[in-house]
């Protein structure tokens, strides 16, 4: 698949598909004769695997370091459990936070939809 295919396919800017290569998040990419990418169905697994970290709020370096572990094979996998683990972790954090900002939100709006039912003219804060 090309660039363009994949970048359509993963929701994924081709900008973005260059990026993750120069940082090693994908590895090697085979190119045609003419020297255009040529992506894999794994490359696209690995990208959506990449993707879905860095929605998770991973960042380019625990990535790197995720797939420096994946590349040394078996011995690494408690290294890897470890450091997803963590993320998972601080991931909990984050959605207790936007939990939190959801309520507040959520109140602020019931507190608006009753001023303009009984037609108050100012709220505070």
């Excluded at 970048?7 to 290569?21: A, F, H, I, M």
Aim: proline share 2%; net charge positive; with cysteine.
């Amino acid at each position: 698949m090309t660039i363009a295919e994949v970048s359509q396919k993963c929701g994924v800017s081709p900008d973005t598909l260059r990026y993750y290569e120069k940082e090693g998040l994908i590895p090697y990419i085979s190119r045609t004769e003419g020297g255009v990418r040529n992506y894999t169905q794994e490359d696209c697994a690995r990208i959506g695997f990449v993707k879905c970290m860095r929605s998770a709020g991973l960042s380019i370096e625990i990535l790197k370091k995720y797939f420096e572990l994946f590349a040394r094979g078996k011995r690494t996998l408690k290294a890897r459990r470890d450091l997803l683990a963590l993320e998972r972790e601080k991931l909990k954090v984050r959605l207790a936070e936007l939990q939190d900002t959801l309520n507040r939100l959520d109140y602020k709006i019931s507190v608006y939809d009753k001023a303009i039912a009984s037609k108050d003219k100012e709220l505070k804060f």
